[in-house]
């Protein structure tokens, strides 16, 4: 039984009544309960049990990476839109009470504060590429890695975080390598995504490129098929939530680090990421908001 009738406010509200959300007062920023987590935490086991065999490097970064390399990544012109940049107090004494005084009479502060050397992570997979730097082995290279990231798009959109965890998956290696297990891992997610019982779709799909040269690359994206998500009615029948993605670089990270094939060409990288606070809540809306009552089969896959 879904838990409402695909109604974002109403679904918001439910997550809030039945304790699974702790709203902070900031649009897309959430605690989670332990029931919550619970969900988190048995989807992600139920994952990197499905990829076992697949033998990737686990790797664990904190939520802020150095600013050198989202610059170097280009990230900046791209998704001005959606970056974090953490920035600190440098100033004198005189210059910290100056400051406060501007936070307690309600004025600007920022110009007070100075750029550090950190960002908050925008994808888990950007602090990955620089560990693949060199000639990559015969097979490539296959990483995995939890973590938050920070994306700036405020919205009451219960869906729509500022701060949520992904986990990736992250290849490097030849073209038809990388594209090969993209493909592959589209198929897995389903059919782990179909045996949860959530009415799943994948579809092309398009990353949201900054203004009028976004455009452009975004059709560009979509026409050579470099991304797809796989979407599930969460608070609308209509507009499907994507719940994870899966993506084809190129050689776009591999130019950037040095990253070669074992032939010493370029090589490509793609990564796939599970949205985990979305594949939750696409679990509550489609199941209910308390997992005991969830189906038997739904439950044996997240709690075997
Ligand atoms: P992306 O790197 O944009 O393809 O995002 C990877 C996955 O993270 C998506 O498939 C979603 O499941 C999840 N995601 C992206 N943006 C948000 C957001 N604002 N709030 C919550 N989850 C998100
Ligand atoms: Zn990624």
Known sequence: MPATAYDAAAFAEGLRRHGLVVPSGVRGVIGRSAV???????FDAAVRRLARDDG????????????????????MESFPQLAGAVH????????????????????????????????????VCYPVYPTFAGTLPHEGRLATSLGWVFRHEPSDEPTRLQ??????????????QVVAWRNDWLERALGLLRALELPVRSDIANDPFFGKGGRMLAVNQREQQLKFEVLVPVISEEAPTAICSFNWHQDK??????????????AN?????????????????????????WPAAVRDVLWP
């Open 163 to 176: 701060s949520f965890r992904m986990r990736e998956y992250i290849r490097a290696g030849t073209p038809d």
């Open 56 to 75: 990737a490097e686990e790797v664990h970064f904190p939520p802020t990476l150095p600013r050198a390399l989202v610059e170097r990544t280009g990230y």
């Open 253 to 266: 990270f591999a130019t950037v680090f040095g990253i070669h094939a074992a032939d010493g060409a370029i």
């Open 36 to 42: 919550f987590e619970g969900v988190v935490t048995a």
């Open 269 to 293: 990288t793609a990564c796939l990421g599970f949205g985990l606070e979305r594949i939750a809540m696409a679990l509550f809306q489609a199941h209910g908001f308390d997992p005991a009552q």
């Open 88 to 123: 600190s107090f440098f100033g004198s004494e005189l210059e910290a009470r100056a400051l406060c005084a501007c936070i307690h009479a309600g004025e600007p502060w920022s110009d007070r504060l100075g750029m550090t050397d950190v960002m908050l992570t925008p994808a």
